[in-house]
């Protein structure tokens, strides 16, 4: 029987795939509906964040209320996915990294490994970007921007639920985090799990450097050294 010996956990924005900002438009579009003009927003707002951090600064800026907007962040961020399917279907943006399709095809059908994610967007909003690639049936598990609002609380429940859908005990220790940004360094880090940084996202390599991942690529286009560093 085939036994899984290493989770890897991955990223989707900016290291799978690129959706050339349908999110960030979606989600600004929206808000200027809401709030009747302009909504501050930084690509950093949204690089390695999760939705609903996002949401939160975007709102927290304009001093959003409840009450007086008569709808409230769950609600907002619904009508938000609402709209990305739109989006998507309307304009379809989202460009699969190079390598990344081999790579995952490669990685489900080695005993070594098992596939999840880690990741920002909501659940949803990570099955209709993934939907939309084609990529999503190599995932059956991961955590969430759906379950924290902070990244870091991410990997134990991506463990847990690993775990119990692997069956197999999952620990930090033979987990991988895979993610393009220092925030992804910084959650595996929290928790003792290695991290694989990849320059596809807003952050070169130089700068992923600086932030001390277990290991560090260009892209995914070499898959058997990609292979080779995740098992070791
Ligand atoms: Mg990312």
């Given at each position: 029987m085939a036994i899984a010996q290493k989770l890897l956990l991955f990223d989707i924005d900016g290291t799978l795939l690129f959706s050339e900002g349908a999110g960030r438009r979606t989600m600004t579009k929206l808000l200027i509906e809401i709030f009747g003009s302009d909504v501050e927003s930084r690509p950093e707002d949204f690089a390695g964040s999760t939705d609903l951090e996002i949401m939160h600064t975007l709102l927290g800026r304009q001093g959003f209320d409840p009450q007086k907007y008569g709808t409230t962040i769950p609600e907002i961020i619904e009508t938000y996915l609402d709209r990305l399917v739109v989006e998507l279907e309307e304009r379809p943006t989202i460009q699969v990294f190079d390598g990344v399709r081999t790579l995952l095809q490669n990685l489900e059908s080695d005993e070594r490994f098992a596939l999840g994610l880690l990741t920002g967007n909501f659940e949803r909003g990570a099955f209709i970007k993934l939907g939309a690639a084609g990529l999503d049936h190599h995932f059956g598990v991961g955590s969430y921007g759906s379950d924290h609002r902070d990244r870091n609380q991410l990997p134990p429940i991506a463990l847990e639920r690993a775990t119990a859908h692997f069956q197999r005990d999952f620990t930090a220790g033979n987990s991988w985090i895979i993610g393009d940004t220092p925030k992804d360094i910084r959650c595996a880090r929290a928790h003792g799990l290695r991290c694989m940084a990849v320059?596809?996202?807003?952050?070169?390599a130089d700068e992923l450097r600086q932030h001390q991942p277990d290991a560090l690529v260009d892209n995914f286009s070499d898959t058997n050294d990609i292979i080779h560093i995740l098992a070791g």
């Open positions: 320059a596809t996202g807003m952050y070169s």
